[in-house]
Structures are given as structure tokens and as C-alpha cells.
């Protein structure tokens, strides 16, 4: 512990002494692009074999961790020529192992791995991909990195304590594109909370599996991030490692039987998609630039408010970091004058693994309840409905979904939450896909969280919050944030007086 102490210490000295580090400057990389001819692989021969047409795209919800994890694997085994993965957050964990085992297998095969993940969470994480990377099918670049103090979050802040602007803007997106063919996108990040693999806890997710026309636009995107001036070749940062073995996942964690359905059905050769109108939402590179002011008429938080403007019967939003800001609340009185019935599904306090952004959330409850929203707040546990989400198993579950139905025939489904640092400073992509199906199954999952799952809020006859649970007859209420104590609501109040709602 002493020795620590002093390791710490030392390296705090050093990087004050040396005033902040500066990013690397001529920087070498090439620039790649996605797979031309798709179908020239097997994954895009069958795309293009089930195609419901050139203007339409093939989507498939993937709802449970297990399949979502499965899916990654089963594209990144079946890849032929690429694989190009885009994520914020990658955990040191069993999943991530495992996934990134796959990844460098599918190199081994000859097919072109390129990793693009936000630097945000890359503490201590250099040696990791400097050994991935180190494999010549395998490039990995960091997104608007931190140039020093890497072994620590805290190192890296004081490195960077003059780039602040710049650090706070991070790169949020989602994205798996195997052979420029097959893809899938969504809230999920790589890591066992995320496949519902975390004893303790874990998250309500949602992502698709994506086909057809949208694909190409999928990786357009990819490769406008990868070769932006934003993203660093992971040895242009981080130090040199030796040489020693990289550690393999164990293949026992592989998940099969019924979560394999992807697997299963690209080997069959039949894939079973909704072939469906699609476009993708995506923030540009510049959004993340603190020497660009992004124009706001061209980012994603502009689209999600013409399609809500659009609604005529519905809105419903799920979204786990839920902070609206006034003109969030503008915007949804506008919509109940209307006659829009508004569905709000987000964590409770108890759920959450972020009780700031709740804390902010919690600031506009009463307003949008006396408009009329209807607000339902997840429980850490779910009711027997988890089946749905299987395998929660006895863990805490807090939801990390994002999703937008507009009167049940427009589905959204992407990493943006509905606060203002997805809308402002971070960078984000989602999907539009018109289609009651995909909308019935989106309520439906909605529907079977807020049965046994979720909180609702009403107000009493002097505008207090009642939180509400169980069948009707047998409610259980609440008149204070359930589930928590005296000591985490005193402690949210004094630590949020320090946060901004901008930085939320």
C-alpha cells in the first residue's frame, strides 16, 4: 500500500513539473476504407440473397444480453475480409476478453480488424491494446486521447488540466460492421454488465442487428471517424510494451443454445430480418472539436426533436440519463397542447449508476407530471417479466437502453440519451426505421418494465411526488426516491450543488 502511495505521488510530481502534455504531432496512419465489394463474402451474398429491396434495410432487435454478445461473436467468426468496431467504452472483463479473442482469431484468418474506441476509459488499458494492435491484420486507434498520465484517470486529467474544452468532448457511439455487409449498433458497450454476465448488476439494453442499404452508410460513418484528424494510432500515445504472450479468453464463456440465433441462421443461410425504410442519424467528427462550434441544425439532438415534433398520437422515450432542461419541457408542453399522449420511461435513483444526472433529472418530475407525461422509473428489480431480458438472475438491474417510438410506427434506437451532454458534447449515432412491428416490439418491451418493473409517478393534492408499484389492490407507495436512504439523497443534494446541468 506504501509503495503505491508513493508511486502515485511521484507520478503527480512529475506531471506538475512538466507542466501538461501536448497530443503528438505528425502523426503517422494511412487511410482505409470500408470493404468495397461486400458481395464478394459470404455475408454479403446472403444480405443481398434476403434484400426486401434497394431502398430497404433487414433489422432485428437484440433484447437480451446474451444474444447480443453471441451476435458479436457469430459475425466476427463468419468475417471474411473485415471487421470494424466502433465503441466508447470497452471493459477489462470476461466478455470483452472473450469478444476481442474472436477478433484477433478472425485475424489469424486474414480478415482486417480495425478498432476505433473513445479514450475516456482506456486508463491503465494501453498494454492491453498495444498487444492487440501489435497483430498485423489488427490496427487500433484511440479517439480524442489523453497524451499523458495514461496509467490513471486522475494522471490523465492533470496531464490535460490546460485541454479541459477538449477532453470533455467524447466520442459515444456504438457500432460492429462485419464485411461492410451485416452490422450491429445500439446502446450496448463491450463489457459483462452490458451481456448481463456482472454477478451484481447489469443493464436493460437494446441494440439491432442491421442489413441492406443502411450497412454502407453505417460504415461511411465508421470511416469518417477513423481517419478524422481526432483519431490516434494507439502507439502514437501510449508507451511500448514487451513482448509477453497474450492472454486467451476461455472458450467455456462462449454463450450458445438459443442466444446463437444469428449464428444459426447465417450458417442456414437464412436470415430472418425485418426488411424496413431506415436512415442513421449520426453526429459528424467535428462535433468532438473544441476549435469547431458544431452547427446544431446538423446534429442528432435537432433530428430527435423534429421527429417528436412530428408526433400526432404518441410519444414514448426510454432513455436512462433523462434530463430535459427547459426546452426539453418546452418542447413536450407543445406536444400535450396537442393532444400527444407522452410515455417517459428512465432510472429510478435506486437503479441508477449515475445519481447526478438523476439528480437532474429530478428537477423537471413535477413539471412534466402536471403537464401530463406519464413518468415510470425502473426498479433495481425487475419483476418476473426479466424473462424477457434474460438472465438477470438475482443481480440489480439498471437500465441503459435508448429508444424513441412517435405514434407507434417510427422506432429511434441508438447510444443518444435525452440530456444535454449527448445533445451538446458528445458525439452520437442512432437508427430511424418506420415500421409498426418494430414499434409494437419496442412498446411491448416498455410495457413488460413498466408492469413489474418500474416505478410510477403521480403527484397528490399538493403537488408531491407518489411513487406507486404492484398490481392494482396490492400497490405498495412511496413518498420519497424507494428504495434508497436518508444518507444517499443527502449526499446527491450536497455533492450536485458543484454540477452544472450542461456538464450532466
Not at 19 to 45: D, I, N
Not at 291 to 311: G, H, K, S, W, Y
Amino acid at each position: 500500500m506504501r509503495k503505491s502511495w508513493i508511486r502515485a505521488f511521484a507520478a503527480c510530481a512529475v506531471l506538475i513539473a512538466a507542466g501538461c502534455v501536448g497530443l503528438p504531432q505528425h502523426v503517422h496512419k494511412y487511410t482505409t476504407e470500408s470493404l468495397l465489394h461486400p458481395e464478394t463474402t459470404a455475408l454479403g451474398r446472403i444480405a443481398e440473397h434476403h434484400g426486401g429491396g434497394k431502398n430497404l434495410s433487414g433489422i432485428r432487435l437484440l433484447t437480451s444480453g446474451d444474444e447480443a454478445l453471441a451476435s458479436l461473436i457469430a459475425l466476427a467468426d463468419r468475417a471474411e475480409r473485415t471487421l470494424d468496431l466502433q465503441y466508447y467504452l470497452i471493459h477489462e472483463d470476461d466478455s470483452s476478453r472473450l469478444l476481442l479473442h474472436h477478433l484477433r482469431l478472425a485475424a489469424e484468418r486474414g480478415v482486417r480488424v480495425r478498432l476505433l474506441v473513445d479514450d475516456l476509459n482506456t486508463a491503465g488499458e494501453d498494454r492491453r491494446f498495444m498487444h492487440l494492435g501489435a497483430h498485423e491484420n489488427i490496427e487500433v486507434r484511440v479517439f480524442n486521447p489523453f497524451p499523458g498520465g495514461r496509467f490513471a484517470l486522475w494522471t490523465r486529467f492533470i496531464a490535460s488540466a490546460s485541454d479541459i474544452p477538449r477532453i470533455n468532448h467524447r466520442m459515444h457511439n456504438k457500432l460492429f460492421v462485419a464485411d461492410n455487409s451485416i452490422a450491429i449498433t445500439g446502446g450496448r458497450n463491450i463489457g459483462d454488465q452490458y451481456f448481463t454476465r456482472d454477478p451484481h448488476s447489469n443493464f436493460i439494453d437494446l441494440d439491432v442487428v442491421a442489413a441492406g442499404m443502411i450497412v454502407p452508410q453505417l460504415s461511411a460513418t465508421f470511416d469518417e471517424f477513423w481517419n478524422s484528424k481526432y483519431a490516434y494510432p494507439i502507439a502514437s500515445v501510449a508507451s511500448p510494451v514487451d513482448a509477453e504472450g497474450v492472454p486467451k479468453a476461455l472458450e467455456e464463456n462462449a454463450v450458445a443454445g438459443d442466444a446463437n440465433w444469428l449464428g444459426r441462421e447465417l450458417d442456414a443461410g437464412d436470415l430472418q430480418l425485418d426488411w424496413v425504410p431506415a436512415t442513421i442519424l449520426a453526429d459528424g467528427p467535428a462535433k468532438i472539436a473544441s476549435d469547431v462550434a458544431p452547427n446544431e441544425e446538423v446534429t442528432i439532438a435537432n433530428n430527435i426533436a423534429a421527429l417528436m415534433r412530428a408526433a400526432q398520437q404518441e410519444v414514448i422515450i426510454i432513455s436512462p440519463y433523462f434530463v430535459p432542461g427547459e426546452k426539453g419541457v418546452a418542447l413536450m408542453r407543445e406536444l400535450v397542447g396537442h393532444g400527444v399522449r407522452i410515455r417517459v420511461l428512465t432510472n429510478s435513483l435506486a437503479s441508477t449508476d449515475s445519481p447526478l444526472v438523476h439528480n437532474g433529472y429530478s428537477h423537471y418530475r413535477v413539471a412534466l407530471l402536471k403537464l401530463g407525461v406519464e413518468l415510470s422509473e425502473v426498479r433495481p428489480k425487475l419483476g418476473q417479466k426479466r424473462l424477457r431480458f434474460h438472465p438477470f438472475r438475482s443481480s440489480n438491474a439498471s437500465l441503459h437502453a435508448k429508444a424513441l417510438v412517435i405514434d407507434q410506427k417510427t422506432v429511434f434506437i441508438g447510444s443518444m440519451n435525452m440530456d444535454a451532454r449527448s445533445a451538446r458534447t458528445n458525439s452520437e449515432m442512432g437508427l430511424v426505421m418506420r415500421s409498426t412491428e418494430i414499434a409494437h416490439q419496442v412498446i411491448s418491451l416498455l410495457d413488460d418494465i413498466s408492469a413489474d418493473g418500474s416505478y410510477r409517478l403521480d403527484l397528490d393534492r399538493h403537488d408531491q411526488i407518489v411513487w406507486s408499484s404492484g398490481e392494482p389492490g396490492a400497490e405498495k407507495h412511496w413518498y420519497r426516491d424507494p428504495e434508497t436512504t436518508w444518507l444517499q439523497r443527502f449526499t446527491l443534494r450536497i455533492i450536485s450543488a458543484f454540477a452544472s446541468e450542461d456538464l450532466l
